[in-house]
């Protein structure tokens, strides 16, 4: 992995190689040994899909009020260009934490990739060794633990999962995020808790993501809901900084706000996020407030990145980096210098991994932004900042320097593990996709910014399901789907919508149509079996799982497929088979709680308590918000007469879904017997 050193005639000062030094053997970007300094402490706060033109202390405008972000510019330094190295929140915070760019970390989309810690240390874990408490409070599915980005941190507080496991249930829209409240509230609980440590807080916050649902006051004060989303954000951030006030923690604190990525707005074809680069899609703000208020009120206008942020810390710490940087201080000297000090690299696989067309890389340096994909963009930001004239034609030589530059660096694409269903659901309720492509020979390539406005009524449609408008959804996802844009995904999505309004034999067939278009990816399949099985079509569910598993055999997901197909057995009285069926399902996956789940199932079926008990402790003991596993083992505690444990199990079941109707009523059965006969259903 070699990146090319643009000529110096070409873009004085250029630092490329410095920049995508970690693909190289170029010298180490390691800072200098200094006597351990004060430990501050350290805050950084996430604000998810914000643009920084849109807001007033970059832009000027003033028909938009964002005191709270303003107050940190007044007390900070304040970087004019600063770019994400992917337009996608999992990838964006990868490289944030970690210091790398994409190739390097590894992490190229929100699904079918995982952080890994061992490989490519997080910035958390630097702190600790440097006797740091470690605490983040998310308010996204996309950035849960299972993603490995929690790693270091002495406390991870996520949204509750997006749906209970065994549950088989469509998720709904709103489970897979929570408010910016939310996580504040669990921020605070940490720096109380934090103790005579130093603590380092992550504290991300989902608005302005899209749906766009800004709260009041700002949903009448803005006519245009993204501002409105923007000014519910500030006031979160407002709160937050005045808890840091009453804590006595922010005068002293290094706080840094940013945003992982932009936000398209339709500005080129593209209303949210993901498939282009253009400027709008990867500047964000960035705001650095130093201990002290030192440097306060300073604009630096050379170009950085998300990645000069573990520089930054480390250099504020005098803390010598263990391994190579590709990054720079943010500290450093110079804030008046050129904006051609620096060349800053972004990609986008998204187009690449869901679609089947090219992905995209840029880098901006000096004035200058290339787009690359099967064709080059060229636009000057000084003097086109909507990019609206490509300048190809004209700037040959810094074009030429650029792409040699980019055809140096090997962005070779690991494929990404295959994602189960209840991870597509919760991803596609923050409206990320979870269909990859399918390989398809010989098919013509293809620029995702030649098909992004066919694609616009899918993605529209999309939004429609993520705000719970599925009969609307529908009518523009249909013709869309049948006229083959967007292939699976949009036949995917119009399952969706049919599922959640109860037209399950609908769902069926859209799913099925989804599975042929994208190569049959197993959490389709999970999907449509599950909706088969509801419908009581339990040999039309074998019949596809038998298919199903000819390609998935293997792995988790061959696994997931076997627990569905134990249950189509089991419904059709085939318990030989199903036994069988489940038991593979264990072998093959020893950490999946629906497979002992789904094998305690069939040893009750076969009246063998003892089998089934050791199977649905395993069950629970592997997933913690397991309810099915929970409610089970309560009935056979109960059958055994140990009914302080049937309660015990039942309690365990209402805390993880309050809702749950059979258990409050068996619950209250039990309770009112007194442990009598009367138990669970």
């Known amino acids: 992995m070699h990146a090319r050193l643009l000529p110096a005639s070409t873009l004085p000062g250029a630092t490329l190689v410095a920049l995508l030094g970690a693909f190289a053997c170029g010298t180490a970007n390691d800072l200098p040994s200094s006597p351990a300094a004060p430990r501050p402490p350290i805050v950084l706060i996430s604000i998810d899909t914000l643009r920084s033109d849109r807001l007033p202390a ?60 061992a490989r490519t240390p997080l910035l958390q874990q630097r702190l600790q060794t440097l006797g740091y408490t470690t605490g983040a409070a998310v308010s996204a599915e996309v950035l849960a633990k299972r993603t490995g980005i929690a790693a270091g941190f002495d406390l991870y507080d996520e949204p509750a999962p997006f749906a209970a496991s065994g ?27 934090a103790g005579n440590r130093p603590p380092f807080l992550l504290l ?18 803005y006519a245009d809901p993204y501002d409105g989303e923007i000014a519910t954000a500030d006031a979160f951030v407002g709160r937050f900084l005045a808890e840091l006030d009453r804590r006595g923690l922010y005068d002293g604190a290094l706080v840094v706000l940013l945003s992982d990525h932009g936000e398209g707005l339709g500005d080129h074809g593209e209303d949210e996020h993901g498939l282009l680069l253009y400027r709008e899609a990867i500047q964000v703000p960035l705001v650095v407030k130093l201990p002290g208020g030192a440097r ?80 080059p963009e060229l636009f000057d930001l000084a003097r086109d900042p909507q990019e609206r004239m490509d300048r190809t034609n004209d700037e040959r030589r810094p074009l030429a320097a650029m792409r040699r530059a980019l055809a140096g660096i090997d962005r070779t694409l690991a494929p990404p593990a295959p994602a189960d269903a209840e991870t597509v659901a919760a991803l596609g309720a923050l409206g990320y996709l979870g269909t990859p492509s399918a390989d398809r020979p010989g098919a013509a390539p293809v620029d995702p ?30 013709p869309a789907a049948r006229r083959g844009e967007g292939s699976a995904l949009a036949w995917q999505y119009l399952g969706a919508s049919y599922d959640a309004l109860g037209r399950k034999n609908e769902a069926v067939i859209a799913y099925r149509h989804g599975m042929s278009l994208a190569g049959s990816p197993s959490y389709l399949a999970e999907t449509a079996a599950l909706r088969l099985l509801e419908l009581g079509r339990a040999r039309a569910a074998v019949d596809l799982l038998a298919g199903e598993l000819e390609r998935h055999s293997t792995g988790a997901e061959g696994a997931r497929l076997r627990v569905l197909l134990s249950r189509a057995l089991l419904q059709i009285g085939r318990i030989d088979d ?32 003892l089998a089934a008990i050791e199977d649905l402790v395993a069950a629970a003991a592997l997933d913690a918000r397991h309810i099915e596993a929970r409610k089970a083992l309560a009935m056979v505690r109960h059958a055994q007469g140990d009914d302080t444990e049937a309660r015990r199990l039942l309690a365990e079941v209402l805390a993880i879904d309050p809702d749950d109707r059979d258990a409050r009523a068996d619950l209250a059965t039990l309770e009112s017997a007194g442990g009598g006969a009367a138990g669970p259903r």
């Open 578 to 609: 199903a036994a069988r069926v489940a038991n593979e399902a264990v072998q093959r996956n020893g950490k999946l709680a629906d497979a002992f789940y789904q094998r305690a199932v069939v040893a009750l079926a076969r009246k063998d308590g």
């Open 296 to 375: 306060a009120g300073e604009r630096v206008r050379r170009n950085v990145g998300l990645i000069d942020v573990v520089p930054t810390v480390l250099d504020l710490l005098q803390a010598p980096s263990s391994s190579p940087l590709p990054g720079t201080s943010l500290l450093a000297s110079g804030t008046d210098a050129p904006a051609a000090d620096r060349a800053i690299y972004s990609e986008t696989m998204y187009p690449l991994i869901h679609f089947g067309w090219s992905d995209l890389a840029s880098i901006v340096s000096g004035d200058l932004h290339l787009v690359d994909g099967l064709r």
């Open 167 to 193: 549950s088989g249930k469509p998720g709904t829209p709103r489970t897979a995020e929570r408010p910016g409240g939310a996580a504040i509230d669990a921020a605070l609980r940490f720096l109380d808790g």
């Open 449 to 478: 910014r030649d098909k992004v406005r066919e694609i616009a009524p899918v993605l529209r449609g999309l939004r429609l399901y993520n705000e719970g408008d599925y009969a609307q959804a529908i009518a523009v996802l249909g």
């Open 204 to 221: 991300h916050l989902y608005e302005p993501h899209a749906p766009y649902r800004p709260a009041e006051p700002f949903r009448s004060r």
């Open 58 to 117: 970059w832009s000027g405008r003033t028909d938009l009020a964002t005191p709270a972000i303003d107050r940190l510019v007044r007390d900070g330094l304040l970087f004019e260009r600063a770019f994400a190295e992917v337009p996608l929140t999992l990838p964006s915070h990868a490289s944030l934490l970690t210091g790398l760019l994409p190739p390097a970390h590894g992490v190229r989309d929100n699904i079918g990739f995982a952080v890994d810690a």
